[in-house]
């Protein structure tokens, strides 16, 4: 007699992750449509564009609308690398028409401020044309890891940025500033929400990968700038993003964003007596919500009445 094969009811990995994917896509999604839809001739206050603002200013919102310019290479090449992945590739999808949005404001502002020309802004845009971006992992799960990094690294930049319009009274700046680091940042919980999902369901692998990547981690597109070396250092001078602030504040927060016990933190690179300051902060931050569950969920049994104050003695003296 032959043995009939019943199909497996349990879902592969990968299937499992894919799920997961698809579903914080939907929740991207609608949230996306509900909260953050912005319009570059609509949502700007383009009136308050200045020509006040310094140079330095002009110069690395130039640089970054450079590293935006690469988009059509940043939407091809991954989602060709995730094609089949329902979830990630509608989010690609999604996330190029935002990121194309981020190209065309910054370069709107630096004409409507009259910080560039036309003539200016294609030459520029000259000296890139030829450069194309590779990817700089080739497994879908390093790259949702550089991603991950890289948006908030990105997020990161317009809102130092944004404090430095700010402080320059440029308000169309500062306003435009303030949806594209939304956008950057909802692009960054979309990463790390997947990547969540690989730490639930490969832990090792996904380790290993955090710690490969983060070793290994540049922002997109320095290779391809021609003049990056000194737009990188104007950055840096201005306080912007750096050697430092990578370390400070993207590599140690998104570890500890991530959620991941004291043994994962060390195998992720994170040197052993900072790994132990993070895990124990951790655990004491887990105990008290521990704790603030239980009162909230328990009332206390009620206690004896509360003693009557005891009568005084009076000493007559005689
Ligand atoms: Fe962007
Ligand atoms: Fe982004």
Same mark, same amino acid.
């Given at each position: 007699?032959? #043995?009939?094969?019943? @199909? ?5 990995? *990968?299937?499992?992750? =894919?799920?997961?994917?698809?579903? !914080? %896509? ?109 990817? #700089?992992?080739?497994? @879908? ?5 550089? *991603?991950?990094?890289? =948006?908030?690294?990105?997020?990161? !930049? %317009? ?124 655990? =004491? ?34």
């Amino acid at each position: 007699m032959t #043995p009939t094969i019943q @199909p497996s009811r349990i879902k592969s990995v *990968t299937a499992q992750i =894919e799920d997961i994917f698809f579903e !914080n %896509y939907l929740k991207y999604f609608k949230n996306a449509e509900a909260k953050r839809r912005w319009s570059i001739y609509h949502d700007i206050p383009w009136d308050k564009a200045s020509n006040d603002s310094s140079d330095l200013t002009a110069d690395i919102v130039q640089s970054f609308s450079a590293v935006e310019m690469f988009l059509p290479d940043y939407t091809s090449k991954i989602m060709e690398l995730v094609r089949r992945s329902r979830g990630r590739a509608w989010f690609q999808s999604n996330w190029g028409y935002e990121e194309s949005k981020h190209s065309m404001v910054l370069e709107e502002w630096l004409l409507r401020s009259g910080k560039r020309t036309e003539e200016q802004i294609k030459e520029f845009e000259r000296t890139l044309l030829g450069a194309e971006w590779e990817l #700089p992992f080739d497994h @879908p799960r390093q790259m949702i890891i550089y *991603t991950m990094i890289q =948006e908030l690294a990105t997020g990161l !930049n %317009y809102t130092n940025l944004r404090r430095r319009a700010e402080e320059e009274g440029d308000g169309a700046l500062t306003g435009l500033l303030k949806w594209v680091s939304a956008d950057e940042q909802a692009h960054y919980n979309f990463f790390r929400k997947g990547v969540k999902a690989y730490l639930a369901l490969e832990p090792e692998e996904t380790v290993a990968d955090l710690k490969y990547v983060f070793d290994n981690f540049a922002m997109p597109a320095q290779y391809q700038i021609p003049d990056w070396d000194e737009r990188g250092k104007q950055i840096e001078a201005a306080g912007i993003y750096g050697p430092m602030i990578y370390v400070k504040k993207i590599r140690i927060p998104i570890l500890n964003d991530l959620g991941i016990d004291r043994k994962q933190l060390k195998a992720a690179g994170v040197p052993s007596h900072l790994a132990d300051q993070m895990a124990d902060r951790a655990e =004491e931050k887990a105990e008290d919500a521990d704790a603030a569950t239980f009162d909230r969920t328990h009332s206390l049994p009620s206690g004896p009445a509360p003693l009557r104050p005891a009568g005084r003695i009076t000493i007559v003296s005689r």
